[in-house]
């Protein structure tokens, strides 16, 4: 219940400030609306494939806590990396060669923000055991107190939302928003995986963790793709 509850309020607060921050883009960004249909759909749904992809393929011996796969199962971490190659290849199959990302940064963090909260309801993606004064029971898990995992991720994307917004409207990185939003949460999030009863693998680190080993270089390299070139004064 909890889960397609907040996912709901998290698609209706992401639209609210998709609508709140558009008139920051609207001169950059110009498509028709089939081409942002088109781009937003395929986004969406290659979130959802990626999301659901390593509950699928991998077994619980590697993902801890997978759950059924209707209902639970999914992942964040994955699902942001499908939605970004979602929408580069619905822009590739539209031919369009605009950066969007600017516009689905604050967008995506907001309704993130919000959908954590299902899976604090939910009572998955909690943390270890702690002795902190906030930590939290989650019944159906046992009766320790545990590191409520998903209040944190959820003010880290409400968090980055404000940041995002606040360099949006002062033209900061203009183009690069995206990837400045990746990056912080791959960060963010190889360090509180410590912080998750997740199972290791090589080297002490969890599934998500060699994930997030493998992506920041890639997502570096985007960044620098999408960087003009300096151009240097002729004296």
Partial sequence: MYYPLFTLLGCIAG????????????????????????????????????AKLPFIVLSED???????????GKTVLLGLVGGYFGVE???????????????F???????IGVGRLGCFFGGCCYGVETKLPWGVVFPRVDQLNRHPNQIYEAIFHLLMAFILYGMLKNG????????????????FRFLTEF?????????????????????????????????????TKRV
């Avoid at 920051?24 to 990626?50: E, H, M, N, W």
């Avoid at 590697?62 to 639970?72: D, M, P, Q």
């Avoid at 290849?89 to 516009?103: A, E, H, P, V, Y």
């Avoid at 940064?105 to 309704?111: I, L, Q, S, Y």
């Fill in 105 to 111: 940064a604050v967008p995506v963090a907001v309704a």
């Fill in 195 to 231: 912080l998750r009863p997740e199972i290791e693998l090589a080297g002490g680190l969890s599934a998500y963790q060699w994930a997030i080993v493998v992506l920041i270089p890639i997502f570096i390299s985007l960044w620098y793709r999408d960087t003009p070139p300096l151009r």
């Fill in 172 to 187: 900061i990185l203009k183009g690069q928003l995206i990837k400045v939003y990746f990056l912080s949460y791959f960060a």
């Fill in 89 to 103: 290849l619905g822009k590739w199959m539209r031919g369009i060669k605009t950066k969007t990302g600017d516009s």
């Fill in 62 to 72: 590697v993902l801890h806590n997978a759950g059924t796969i209707l209902f639970s």
């Fill in 15 to 50: 639209i609210i400030a998709s609508t709140s921050t558009s008139k920051y883009t609207a001169d950059r960004i110009q498509l028709s609306v089939p081409d942002k249909i088109f781009i937003v759909l395929s986004g969406f749904c290659s979130a959802i494939i990626f």
